[in-house]
T-cell receptor
Framework: AQSVTQLDSQVPVFEEAPVELRCNYS??????LFWYVQYPNQGLQLLLK??????LVKGINGFEAEFNKSQTSFHLRKPSVHISDTAEYFC??????????FGTGTRLTIIP | NAGVTQTPKFRILKIGQSMTLQCAQD?????MYWYRQDPGMGLKLIYY???????DKGEVPNGYNVSRSTTEDFPLRLELAAPSQTSVYFC??????????????FGSGTRLTVV
C-alpha cells in the first residue's frame, strides 16, 4: 500500500541552528512529493515540491529538500532556523490519481 | 484573487444538530477536497470531487455528505453532529490534478466543536 511516514512528531531546535525534518514514503511507482507548512491557526501552504529532474529542491523561506529514490525519502532541511519557522510541517505525495496522501505532521518548535 | 474561502471559521454545535461548512474557490479549479485534521493524525480525506456533479468518498466519509452543483462551491454537510466530529476542517482545490505537480490550494479552515 502507498503511504508516507513522518517519523518525528515534534522537533525542538535552537534558533539559528540547522534542522532536518524526515519524510519517508512507500510506493511501487514514481511519485510526486510535497512539503506543506501550517503556521498556527492558519491553513496549509505549499513549501516546495519534487516532480522530476534535480533531486535537490529549493522552496520558500530558505527551506530545501532532497529526493532520494533508493532510500525512498524526501527530507526537509534548513541551515539556520528563525523563530518565525515555528509551525507544523506536512509531507505529502501523489502517484497519479487525484488525491494527495499526507503524513501525520512534524511540529517544529524554535527555542530562542 | 481570494483563492479558497471557508465559512464559518469557528462553530460550536450541540450533539444531534446539523450544519453545512461552506467552501468556495474562484480559481476555476476542477478538483476539490474536504479534509479533517486531528492532533497527531495528520489530514484525513473525507470527500472529494473531480468536477461539478461528481463526488466520491475518501478515507473517513461516515457522518458527512457533500454536493457539487457548481465548479466554485463544495459544501460539506454534517447531519447529526457527534463529539467525534470535533475537528478542524480544511477545504482544498487543485487544477487539473494535484498529483501532476500543481499541489493543493487550501482554505484557512473551520474549527468545529461538538458538545
Amino acid at each position: 500500500a502507498q503511504s508516507v511516514t513522518q517519523l518525528d512528531s515534534q522537533v525542538p531546535v535552537f534558533e539559528e541552528a540547522p534542522v532536518e525534518l524526515r519524510c519517508n514514503y512507500s510506493s511501487s511507482v514514481s511519485v510526486y512529493l510535497f512539503w506543506y507548512v501550517q503556521y498556527p491557526n492558519q491553513g496549509l501552504q505549499l513549501l516546495l515540491k519534487y516532480l522530476s529532474g534535480s533531486t535537490l529542491v529549493k522552496g520558500i523561506n530558505g527551506f530545501e529538500a532532497e529526493f532520494n529514490k533508493s532510500q525512498t525519502s524526501f527530507h526537509l532541511r534548513k541551515p539556520s532556523v528563525h523563530i518565525s519557522d515555528t509551525a507544523e510541517y506536512f509531507c505529502a505525495f501523489g502517484f497519479g490519481n487525484e488525491k494527495l496522501t499526507f503524513g501525520t505532521g512534524t511540529r517544529l518548535t524554535i527555542i530562542p | 484573487n481570494a483563492g479558497v474561502t471557508q465559512t464559518p471559521k469557528f462553530r460550536i454545535l450541540k450533539i444531534g444538530q446539523s450544519m453545512t461548512l461552506q467552501c468556495a474557490q474562484d480559481m476555476n479549479h476542477n478538483y476539490m477536497y474536504w479534509y479533517r485534521q486531528d492532533p497527531g493524525m495528520g489530514l484525513k480525506l473525507i470527500y472529494y470531487s473531480v468536477g461539478a456533479g461528481i463526488t466520491d468518498k475518501g478515507e473517513v466519509p461516515n457522518g458527512y455528505n457533500v454536493s457539487r452543483s457548481t465548479t466554485e462551491d463544495f459544501p460539506l454537510r454534517l447531519e447529526l453532529a457527534a463529539p467525534s466530529q470535533t475537528s478542524v476542517y480544511f477545504c482544498a482545490s487543485s487544477y487539473p490534478k494535484a498529483t501532476l505537480g500543481y499541489g493543493y490550494t487550501f482554505g484557512s479552515g473551520t474549527r468545529l466543536t461538538v458538545v
